[in-house]
């Protein structure tokens, strides 16, 4: 269900360029249907192009679509938008409407995105839509979004309630020992040969000399560093175990505050590493913890607000699915993700 909140509560714009959803027409398509929802048809065109994004979005992901999770996926395609299609209809037997001027404005925001508006046309010709597709596209999900906000607007979260869940679920709060740090880098690949290698050891050891005679840190990678975080004198900031390369984070985890480390290597080159400060593990207090507790636990009972109402409009919808197979109806597909 928390995809039918992520889908509609945000820009849809940006979601649709970004992610290729399909654009779903408010008067039926002429291509053959995959659904009916209440006599509206979901287009065959429609499904193929939303299922596709879906696959993608998926191999992005690192899950491979097989033959035998294929139908799982199209019936989960489906279901979605199957779902979308009662809540646009709810929209409009609420008499919600959306006013031209904050469709143009959503529509100024995604334009906003592109370097020019070549570049934007250029990106409604590859999605084969025009931009009246596109404002009716915002115009329906603005609408969704609005009847979404509407469902869950008296949706609370008790003290209670945050209490017990950062009572129950301890691990979460947990943070691992982070340190903070600095370094000069000096670049050389493996692969290098002995004389590029040797030139590269000689300008990090001037410079731990340097270091050492106490010149500037920061100063120092600033003018000779040849990391990205020369421009911030070095500084990498706070990190955890395993975000840095095996070497660098041992060495940089036995410093003590404000020491400077000798001469590292690593397969980016050598490195002087200065730590400058250091966060122990321990446990996030609730006070802290708090309001992001009430934001995961206000988007869970908001998603079940949703699911209950796509229930009732369901019993009363007229759905039919030609295509075959387990119905979405029985199986709602957007309980996931």
Known sequence: MRSIINRWTSVILTILLAAGIAV?????????????VNGVPISQE??????QQTIGQMAQQG????????????????????????LFQDTQAQGIEIADQRVTQELARVKARFGSNEEFQ??????????DDLMRKIRRGLAIQQLIGKLVADVTVTDAEMKSFYE??????????????SHILIKVAPEADDNLKKDARNKIKDLQKKAQAGEDFAELAKTNSEGPSSARGGDLGFFGRGQMVKPFEDA??????????????????????????RRPAGTIEYDEAKERIAQNIKKEKDGEVVRQHLEKLRAKA??????????????PAATGS
């Open 46 to 51: 429609d499904f193929d192009f939303e299922f």
């Open 252 to 277: 940089a985890f036995a410093l003590e505050k404000g020491e400077v480390s000798d001469v590292v290597e690593t397969r980016f080159g050598y490195h002087l590493i200065k730590l400058t400060d």
């Open 63 to 86: 899950q491979m679509v097989g033959e035998e999770t294929m139908p799982m996926v199209r019936q989960s395609v489906i279901g979605r938008m199957i779902e979308e299609e009662l």
């Open 24 to 36: 779903a027409q408010d008067q039926p398509p002429a291509s053959p249907s995959v659904a009916k």
């Open 318 to 331: 007229d759905i039919e699915t030609p295509t075959g197979g387990m119905s979405p109806v029985d199986k």
């Open 122 to 131: 250029t990106a409604l010709s590859a999605l084969k839509i025009s931009e």
């Open 168 to 181: 129950q679920n301890a691990s979460l709060f947990q943070t691992q020992e982070k340190i903070q740090a």
